[in-house]
């Protein structure tokens, strides 16, 4: 198993522009997630998915899309990228299988955004 | 939602010398409390997790203790080694809420050999 992949690695973006970074997991994971991570705040909560087809807003969805048209994948899209975006954004998935647990979430490699 | 607070921000032990993180959260029904470590350019990995229904927890040189009560847990390194040098995250989460991870700020800890 690959877990969770994240591309690109890193990215450098001018203002205005748009992207998607991808994630993808292989672990048959129903929850989703996507984080940002600025230095000093710990990780932040941008959007998460429970299962294809259902999507929410976490704490800092300002600025950014997401879709989940399968169990696999979790795209985040940029609109309009602001220098306030640069971060380095964190997928994670975990299992739904517990049906009162939380379970252990699996963290992609990361991607370095730099908007400038 | 939930709030989780993680104190110090920063952390230095002599190596051999025992750690502690303390973090506290705000909503009463969460109910899983997982820590991860992140080395210098890296993905946060697990190292350990409790549930409400257990009090404490233990892993080899790592623990996890859980006050409901009070709502707040902590994690124990003993012994520590310069390998344990990393950023810990503390995390609270509720299934019902979807699992998503609230974190705390993270701890920078230094083990000087």
């Known amino acids: 198993n690959a877990g969770v992949t994240q591309t690109p690695k890193f990215q450098v973006l001018k203002t205005g522009q748009s992207m998607t970074l991808q994630c993808a997991q292989d672990?048959?994971?129903?929850?989703m997630s996507w984080y940002r991570q600025d230095p000093g705040m710990g990780l932040r909560l941008i959007h998460y998915?429970?299962?294809?087809?259902?999507?929410d807003q976490g704490e800092v969805p300002n600025g950014y899309n997401v879709s989940r048209s399968t169990t696999e994948d979790f795209p985040l899209r940029l609109l309009s990228a602001a220098p306030s975006q640069t971060s380095v954004y964190f997928c994670a998935s975990s299992s739904g299988q517990d049906l009162w647990w939380g379970t252990e979430a699996f963290f992609g490699q990361g991607t370095r955004l730099t908007v400038v | 939602g939930e709030n989780v607070e993680q104190h110090p921000s920063t952390l230095s032990v002599q190596e051999g010398d025992s750690a502690v993180i303390k973090c506290t959260y705000s909503d009463s029904a969460s109910n899983y409390f997982p820590w991860y470590k992140q080395e210098l350019g890296k993905r946060p990995q697990l190292i350990i997790d409790i549930r409400s229904n257990v009090g404490e927890k233990k892993d080899q040189r790592i623990a996890v203790t859980l006050n409901k009560t009070a709502k707040h847990f902590s994690l124990h390194i003993t012994e520590t080694q310069p390998e344990d040098s990393a950023v810990y995250f503390c995390?609270?989460?509720?299934?019902?809420?979807?699992?998503?991870?609230?974190f705390g700020g993270g701890t920078r800890v230094l083990v000087k050999p």
């Open positions: 672990m048959n994971h129903e929850y």
């Open positions: 998915s429970v299962g294809a087809g259902i999507t």
């Open positions: 995390a609270a989460s509720l299934k019902a809420a979807g699992n998503k991870l609230t």
